[in-house]
């Protein structure tokens, strides 16, 4: 686990960069997955699982974001599979195909007296 992590260090005193993180929680995810192969009734540590697994989602988007390079490398490298956030669509472009809503029919609606 420590060998894969100095694989992934920046500097000598490198522990946050997101690729040091990245590869730490990779191990350990893994580690935990054949835990629960045997165990599969261990439901504190799936629990645990879950959770390591979106943190590193949330570094990876991160990454993804700010070093698109980085990202790739460490994506290849650690055999990774995940999926870089799109960007999210305006109203008018995700309901700009779908016709306007019928006008109002004026019959309806009450009149301020």
Same mark, same amino acid.
């Given at each position: 686990? #420590?060998? &894969?992590?100095?694989?992934?260090?920046?500097?000598?005193?490198?522990?946050?960069?997101?690729?040091? #993180? =990245?590869?730490?929680?990779?191990?350990?995810?893994?580690?935990?997955? !054949?835990?629960?192969?045997?165990?599969? !009734?261990?439901?504190?540590?799936? $629990? +645990? /699982?879950?959770?390591?697994?979106?943190?590193?989602?949330? /570094? /990876?988007?991160? &990454?993804?974001?700010?070093? =698109?390079?980085?990202?790739?490398? /460490?994506? %290849?490298?650690? +055999?990774?599979?995940? %999926?870089?956030?799109?960007? =999210?669509?305006?109203?008018?472009?995700?309901?700009?195909?779908?016709? %306007?809503? !019928?006008?109002?029919?004026?019959?309806? =609606? %009450? $009149?301020?007296?």
């Amino acid at each position: 686990m #420590q060998a &894969l992590r100095e694989m992934y260090r920046r500097s000598e005193n490198d522990t946050g960069s997101p690729e040091y #993180q =990245v590869a730490g929680m990779t191990e350990r995810i893994s580690y935990l997955t !054949k835990h629960l192969k045997i165990h599969p !009734k261990d439901f504190s540590t799936r $629990r +645990g /699982l879950v959770a390591m697994v979106n943190k590193r989602r949330r /570094l /990876l988007n991160y &990454l993804s974001k700010r070093e =698109v390079e980085r990202y790739k490398s /460490l994506i %290849k490298s650690l +055999g990774i599979r995940h %999926k870089a956030p799109g960007a =999210v669509p305006s109203k008018s472009e995700k309901y700009g195909r779908f016709p %306007k809503q !019928k006008a109002v029919k004026k019959h309806l =609606v %009450k $009149r301020k007296k």
